[in-house]
């Protein structure tokens, strides 16, 4: 028997779902109108901190068209638990891990500008607004808690049911003979990064319906969510309904990049509030202004790093403290930094680490993922890295290539423990320095200079953690079952929010299986049909999800070939299977079609193999060999920057990216330029600044500055293919490009701007104010 | 973000409008192209119980050149002003500044009239017509009545328009054969609002400057016209240390801090773009 491998895996097939998403003609939630559905608008706070001294929704509730108007005292009693599968349960319910107080709706104090205080549900939701605007809130401002470092010592508290700001912390340690390695280091650089705090920006916003019938104790959610799965449990545990009993489905997804990978508070307040009405399907549509105002943030980070550095340059130890905030109430723990310690060595050989960490409460919006939640240990390390080289007299290029693990340390363990193998960092970086040329490039820097033109160069290489594997995200299931005619269909645990995972699947297991790529249908995102997955994020579909769609291919070819083994009385090692045929190897008149084997299978038993069942169905579930698939990638970025105006244009931006075997390289290289789009705004554009009253700043698209076409260069690519120990060879890749762009576009502005002798900037945004400051200042 | 409930009127003549702007008075809003009118219902940061819309009526939009002007009607279109060959060679400050407001697709919604008469102090067109001293056309109950950009621009989204007055169309002086015009500003993105920007124009008579108009936008409450500046520039001819007229221009104002760069940044980029601006003017003056 031979396998057909290659015939659609690494090739850009064009994605089976753009007809419909490009023209307009897909389904999400707000496109599905069940009859009789209610509309629900929040009221929210427009302070940061304070006591709720009144709160009268009579005049609300009053107004025609208003079914009901709920207030904490309505909601917040009737839950259940509340808890996040990735995180476990709470203390109190007999779990370990921290969580903000539970509330749905504010419990008699408001803790950040946009905390929702009541939910109306009305017939339409200009009525349900009309009516939000009648709601009578008066609030007792407080001072609100700000900040990254202030509030660990501040008395005043975010969540007053808790004894301190700090959510979560390791202290930094002092460790004597560490102190002395400092204390003696040939050079000890110290800087302070900060990142600007930014927020996902989906296209489509947050949304839901939620239908409760109380007569079939059932629930029905139609949700615009990362993990059909979750909002299922979630639900189940938050209401007490059997879990059963609710059925979640996401149809098209408008985008996630982290936000609806957890269940927030406004989701779960529909929840309670659709389960507490029993009765009409209540639709929340999230809009732009909630989503900025209101929706999970991140990124609001700083990082104190000091690295040692030998006389040749070699890295003998680091200390990184990191500090975050995570908003009042963060879906989950919300702090990212534990994971960012864990593999803050990236691609180098850094034998020893000092790190620290605390993460505090504020008065703004909650922490949760963000492409990379992680990302701040290469936003900061990378940037060192040009810190360090510059403080040193070093190229920087030079001193990575003298820290960067190459192929003959692999496997490689970190300081951190983690066992680092298969990846090719230093394959990366000489690409990336190929593909820029960078001799020329500095001479075409030095000519630019004299003619008064800033050109910079940066570079920033990671090691991504992939496909995390622990916990609720061990493992990815995939059900494969074939119809009648010969046709496969294949449900997955994962949902598409711009993954392209009906395509790239389908690819899988077209080759896998031996068919036609037409003959494959992708089922997921709905719990009453796809097995219990985590959903999609985290970069683990291709690598998990991919793993288990090949095992389920293969049990089912297998199955086909022994059915066609019996039929043309063969051996099944003397058959191959190709475009939905299994044929005689040298002998293709003697063959037999997929539908015909299903046929088979199917309506004629009888003619089965001996000791083989009825029907075509196979389950399958894989789970990779370790915690983490590690891929990896180096970034390079040349600008210009306007000396006089601070502008920065980006002329050119180069990724060299191993993913491992790449199933569908258009869409590996739509993962890299959308992740890198964000990571540039992240450096130029994306703020979300409140200010020193807790008041967010940047509430519409106005303010909050989203990079778009124009402001992005074409992006060129550069692949290296090293196969990861998964059973595809597959590495996920859907986070790095908006891990490691923020620190290429950070380096290349600031070696720009040494040529004029300007201090390096270290605080997000580069904007251009921030970047005349900087020019005035040096 | 939905607005709440207003009465739509659709008058098809200026005087029913005026009529509908007089009965419902400060109830009344006229509608344009609804590009910042639209959003801020949305907002509910406005809120009208009734809205005028102007697209309707007749002969409000179109452009004419006649007696050495040319007549912008309010409700013209912006991407309609922008590919009009008129402007293009009589007016082509405007011409330039056009491209620069947002996107395509506002441009295609937007008003000439509605961009001046909104007033926002980080617009082009509002720079421009202060700085070509255009003359605003409005109706109002008591008849027509002429306003010199001058005096137009009082605040923030604030005009000398009263409340029941509408905006009819836009005269700009066309300058002579001689002449150079330039748009230069800083915005952080394609299609933003300026955070800074200038549109300047110059005539020239050999190397002596005749004609001269600096126009700044984004620097304070209102377009600011540097009139010292252009005296200078005057005074001083094409020769002009343009950096020098240029931090003339930009010394006396005093523009405020927000999110997308700080007061400070804003008063020394005055500086840069008046001078590009001056530079590019001149150039295309001389060819
Ligand atoms: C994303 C985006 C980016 C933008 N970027 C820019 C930019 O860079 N530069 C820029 O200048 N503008 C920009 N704009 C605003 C745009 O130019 C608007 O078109 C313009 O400000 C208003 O014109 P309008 O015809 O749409 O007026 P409307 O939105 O209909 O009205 C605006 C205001 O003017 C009043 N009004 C309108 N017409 C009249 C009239 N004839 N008489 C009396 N009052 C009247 C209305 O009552 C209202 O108060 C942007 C808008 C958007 C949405």
Redesign the interface.
């Known amino acids: 028997m031979t396998t057909t491998v290659g015939r659609y895996i690494g090739q850009s097939v064009k994605r089976r779902e753009d007809p419909r998403l490009l023209t307009g003609h897909g389904r999400y939630v707000d496109d599905v109108q069940d009859a009789g559905t209610l509309h629900v608008a929040f009221v929210r706070s427009n302070v940061a901190r304070g006591r709720i001294t009144e709160l009268d929704v009579s005049e609300a509730r009053a107004l025609p068209g208003v079914e009901a108007v709920y207030t904490a005292d309505d909601l917040n009693p009737m839950i259940q638990q509340y808890w996040a599968s990735m995180m476990g349960p709470r203390i109190e319910m007999g779990g370990e891990s921290v969580y903000p107080p539970v509330s749905v709706l504010a419990p008699g104090d408001v803790r950040y500008v946009g905390d929702p205080i009541a939910l109306v549900i009305a017939t339409s939701r200009y009525i349900a607004e009309d009516a939000a605007d009648l709601v009578v809130v008066d609030v007792e401002p407080q001072r609100p808690v700000l900040g990254l470092r202030e509030p660990i010592t501040n008395t005043d508290l975010v969540h007053p049911e808790t004894d301190s700001n700090v959510s979560q912390t390791m202290p930094l340690p002092e460790i004597p003979e560490i102190e002395a390695l400092f204390a003696n280091a040939p050079h000890v650089v110290t800087r302070t990064f900060a990142g600007a705090r930014a927020t996902n920006v989906p296209m489509e916003p947050r949304g839901l319906t939620v239908h409760y019938d109380r007569y079939r104790n059932e629930m029905l959610i139609r949700a615009a969510t990362q993990s059909v799965h979750e909002i299922k449990a979630f639900a189940a545990r938050l209401t007490g309904v059997p879990e059963s009993n609710v059925r979640a489905v996401a149809d098209d997804v408008g985008g996630g990049f982290g936000q609806k990978m957890m269940v927030m508070r406004e989701e779960a307040a529909v929840i309670m509030a659709a389960f507490k009405l029993g009765s009409s399907p209540v639709k929340w549509i999230e809009d732009r202004r909630e989503n900025l105002m209101a929706s999970n943030q991140a990124r609001s980070e700083e990082g104190d790093l000091t690295f040692a550095v030998d006389a040749e340059g070699h890295i003998m130890a680091v200390k990184c403290n990191f500090f975050e905030e995570v908003g009042a109430y963060p879906p989950s723990a919300g702090a990212t930094a534990m994971l960012a310690i864990g593999v803050f060595t990236g691609p180098y050989k850094i034998p020893i680490i000092i790190p620290g960490c605390t993460a505090v409460y504020t008065n703004t919006v909650g922490k949760s993922a963000y492409r990379g939640p992680w990302a701040l240990e290469t936003i900061f390390r990378e940037q060192m890295m040009d810190h360090v080289a510059r403080e040193i007299g070093m190229d920087p290029i030079e001193f990575r290539r003298i820290n960067i693990i190459q192929p003959d340390d692999l496997p490689f363990k970190t300081a951190t423990e983690m066992t680092l193998e298969n990846i090719t960092p230093s394959e990366t970086l000489e690409q990336v320095v190929e593909m820029l040329d960078v001799d020329s490039f500095r001479a075409e820097q030095a000519r630019a200079k004299a003619e008064g033109r800033l050109l910079g160069l940066g570079i920033g290489g990671y090691v991504e953690p992939s496909a995390i594997a622990f916990g609720v995200l061990n493992s990815d299931p995939a059900v494969m079952t074939m119809d009648v005619s010969g046709k496969v269909q294949v449900r997955l645990g994962t949902g598409s929010h711009g993954h392209s995972i009906e395509t790239t699947i389908a690819q899988v297991v077209a080759t896998h299986l031996g068919c036609d790529i037409d003959d494959v249908a992708v089922i997921q995102g709905d719990t009453a049909t796809s097995p219990m997955g985590p959903g999609t994020g985290g970069s683990r579909t291709a690598v998990i999800a991919g793993g288990a769609a090949q095992t389920a291919s293969i049990e089912m070819r297998e199955k086909l070939v022994r059915i066609a083994a019996q039929l043309l009385e063969a051996s099944p090692d003397d058959l191959e299977v190709n475009g939905g045929v299994v044929s005689v190897k040298g002998t293709p008149q003697a063959a037999i079609p997929f539908a015909q084997l299903a046929m088979t299978a199917h309506m004629a038993p009888d003619m089965l193999p001996e000791g083989m069942g009825p029907g075509l169905e196979v389950i399958a579930r894989y789970r990779p060999p370790t915690e983490f698939t590690w891929s990896n990638a180096t970034h390079g970025c040349v600008v210009e920057v306007d000396r006089e105006t601070g502008m920065v244009d980006i002329k050119r931006y180069i990724v060299s990216e191993d993913c491992g075997q790449m199933i569908n390289p258009m869409v590996v290289e739509g993962q890299i330029a959308g992740g890198v789009a964000q990571g540039i705004g992240g450096v130029l554009f994306e703020d979300m600044a409140y200010d020193s009253d807790g008041n967010p700043l940047a509430t519409t698209f106005l303010d909050y500055l989203l990079p778009s076409a124009p402001e992005m260069p074409d992006f060129e690519y550069g692949h290296v293919e090293s196969m990861s120990n998964t059973l595809g060879g597959y590495k996920g890749m859907g986070e790095g490009g908006a891990i490691a762009s923020p620190p290429a576009v950070a380096n290349a502005i600031n070696d720009a701007l040494a040529q004029i002798g300007v201090p390096a900037l270290t605080r997000f945004p580069f904007g251009p104010s921030q970047i005349i400051d900087a020019i005035n200042a040096g | ?2 607005p ?2 207003f009465h739509y009127h659709a008058p098809a003549t200026i005087g029913d409008a005026v009529g509908l702007l007089g009965a419902h008075a400060d109830e009344a809003k006229v509608l344009a192209g609804g590009q910042s009118l639209v ?1 801020m219902m949305s ?2 940061l406005a809120t009208f119980g009734h809205l005028v819309d102007l697209n309707k009526v007749d002969g409000l939009a179109g452009i004419e050149r006649s007696n050495g002007h040319v007549r912008i009607g309010a409700l013209t279109r912006q991407a309609t002003a922008e590919h009009d060959t008129t402007v293009a060679s009589d007016v082509p400050m405007m011409a330039k500044a056009l491209p620069h407001i947002g996107h395509f697709q506002i441009r295609n919604r937007g008003t000439v009239g509605g961009s001046i008469a909104h007033a926002d102090p980080a617009s082009e067109l509002p720079a421009v017509a202060l700085a070509l001293d255009a003359t605003l056309e409005a109706a109002g109950p008591g008849g027509e009545r002429q306003i010199a950009a001058a005096d137009f621009f009082e605040g923030t989204w604030q005009t000398a328009l009263a409340e029941d007055e509408i905006l009819t169309a836009v005269r700009f002086p066309v300058w002579g054969a001689a002449s150079g015009f330039a748009v230069e500003e ?1 915005a ?6 300026a ?1 800074c920007g200038a549109v300047c124009g110059v005539e020239l008579d050999g190397d002596a400057i005749v004609r001269a108009a600096i126009g700044l936008f984004g620097v304070g409450p209102t377009p600011v016209r540097s009139t010292l500046a252009e005296q200078a520039l005057i005074a001083g001819g094409a020769g002009s240390d343009l950096a020098d007229i240029a931090r003339q221009a930009a010394d006396p104002l005093d523009p405020s801090d927000d ?4 007061g400070a ?1 804003r008063k ?2 005055a500086a ?1 773009v008046v001078r590009r601006a001056l530079t590019k003017a001149i150039e295309e003056a001389r060819s």
């Open positions: 973000m939905k709440s409930k959003p907002l509910r800083v952080r993105r394609h299609g933003d609002f955070i999110i997308h760069a700080s940044y020394q980029i840069v």
